[in-house]
């Protein structure tokens, strides 16, 4: 029964097992290593505009997505990569999207920050800082409308968590129940802001409360916490009782965006946040830990290596849409 | 396989960049994720980071090279075991500054972004012929305008996201927290309907706020204050309530940000009485109209360009350089066409301006500088005199500026028009993220061109 009072109290940690622990190993690494790829694709000029890498905070959607089912829908802001990814997204289309081809998700018309599925239950990809809230709890309202048991998650950052729509939001999800589940992604920054010079109280779960809201804090590079918060989380509004707040603390490696001043903390900072608290390395060594043998993770590691050096190869392969796209899709 | 390390891009508009320092050398090992250099603009810095594992086998841009193009090959990491000598001869021949289509052939994946040329900005008829003209950059001059009128008046002070400790996202606002503290330019939350309201509340107790949005597309959260608040109070209150307040920052399209951050909010603003709308297309403009909005006892919108940011232009060397508000420059002399437009609208007209000279047709070009109050007199003037008119911006056709002087124009100097006015604009579609799309949603030189031959009848 999800805590109502404090959500402070440490939430459980899941265990999880052992072929648990190796498909979360499996859609981090490839959500990292698809990151890495996508940067320096960046660098190369394959794919501009902008573009937010994910690397740091994938433990935060991989473990959502452990903790939902089918059907259940996912939506985001513009950090939407590894939302996409663990929502089972083609990654061959989403990197064609950051390109800029004919066969990206969205046609080469999003980019980066705009792509959607219906078919994989993912509504975007927005670009605008708040947007996701109460467009989660739009889709949570078609799902109670509708009675059918599904689910809305919806991530947006601690920054994001400003905006006074995200409020108008928990009003209203809280007042007519909706089943969906609002997750802070509170990764400390937005943009060069740190949260205490945004924020006043910056332990955002406390929001939850004002609304009466239930809300937990979690440890978001821990995959496990992450799993078993959601499995709360997602059961409270599953079963009728309204909509649940998230606040998932953890910390993205890379600048904001590809350009990125990085005076707003040090290196030392970053160094000790992926030396001893990366998602992915802490898995590594418990599956490590349970008798796993270092080949299996590599033959997982060259796994997903070769299924992003498809996606690569597709969108660089792939052609630039046709010209008679622009005026395709502007009404239905 | 050896691959070739390119200069990165930063950011959608970055073309040239410093190479700031290695971090590792020749022959050193790297792996997946390894920084190897810093680059650096005026903007930010970025790491360059190995995703291969090898060796780096050789530098071809040492460190500290300034003015590095993007996309020049900058080092090359070879396999482990490669012999770093045979892929020397694979090499492309290393890409110096300046070097203008070095761009294009390391580019091996993707085209460079479009170069835009700067738009030349003939003296406004506002600076005396004798007055020293001092080039900088249009960021420059709007800083430069700012920090004059804090110095000049206490009353005035910025506020925005990212605006004090990082500098502003787009580095208009450099060094004005060092000068001012942090009573004077304030970071705010990311609270856009908030914090512009809040600048409506203090300039109706009597401050001059400068209210920076990261880009227009975030003021469509405040829109309702700037409208409903800023616009109309001074009439609402029967004229005891003023509103001095000037909300600022890059309006339209950037490079390649896709169709929620690239709107051009230009025919909005100016629709709205109680308004004053600017939209600068050089930095000389930029600076003397930003002092004028930040004096003015009305709300101004006041619409940058973060193409636009980087150009340089000749600002005259004047202690108190303060543009009039409502009036237009005649950017072009000229006999046969009239050419309207504003902000990087103006690149479009001077360069088809320069086009058709080639084929003997003189365009006068009219540079509108302010949207509303709209200098309509210059525009009737002009037209008069050549008859034809095209009128040119990147925004929607339905209700654009465009739309306005076309009205304007038929009702005002019908008689003598020798051909209907044309416009130029922004296809009819949310902004395409695809690099071919973009470039046909935006309008161009050769669609001025063509615009002006057909209303001179010509091929
Ligand atoms: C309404 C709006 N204002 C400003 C921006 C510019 N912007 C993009 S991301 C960002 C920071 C958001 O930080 P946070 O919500 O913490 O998410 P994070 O980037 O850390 O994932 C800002 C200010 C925007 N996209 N939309
Ligand atoms: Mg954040």
Redesign the pocket.
Known sequence: MANETDGAQPAPIAELSREQELSALRDMLLIRRFEEKAGQLYGMGVIAGFC?LYIGQEAVVVGVRMASREGDQFTT???DHGHMLAMGMDPKGVMAELAGKRGGISKGKGGSMHMFSREKNFFGGH????APAPIGAGIAFANAYRGDGRVSITF??????N?GQVYESFNIAALWRLPVVFII?N?R???GTAINRATAQTECFRRGAAFAIPARQVDGMDVRAVKAAADEAIEWCRSGKGPYLLEVLTY?YRG?SMSDPAKYRSKEEVERMREEHDPIEQVRIRLLAAGVSEDELKKIDASVRKIVAEAVDFATSDREPDPSELYTDVVA | MSINVLMPALSPTMEHGKLAKWLKNEGDKVKSGDVIAEIETDKATMEVEAVDEGVLARILVPGGTENVAVNTPIAVIAEDGEDATAIESTLPPPKLPGDSDAAQTAASVAAPAPKQAAAPAPRAPEIPSDVTMIPMTMREALRDAMAEEMRRDSGVFVMG??VGEYQGAYKVTQGLLQEFGAQRVLDTP?T?YGFAGIGVGAAFAGLRPIVEF?TF??SM?AIDHIVNSAAKTLYMSGGQIHSPIVFRGANGAAARVGAQ?SQDFSAWYSSVPGLIVMAPSNASDAKGLLKAAIRSDNPVVFLENEILYGKTGDVPALEDFVLPIGKARIARAGTDVTLVSFSIGMTYALAAAEELAKDGIEAEVIDLRTLRPMDTASIIESVKKTGRCVAIEEGWPQNGVTAQIAAVVQEEAFDYLDAPVARVTGKDVPMPYAANLEKLALPSTAEVVAAAKAVLYRT
């Open positions: 937010h802001s513009y950090r670009g605008i800082v708040g947006f950052g601690e920054g994001a968590a905006q992604e990764n920054y937005a943009m993205r904001h | 996201e990212e990311i856009e990261m597309n975030f959260q951050h």
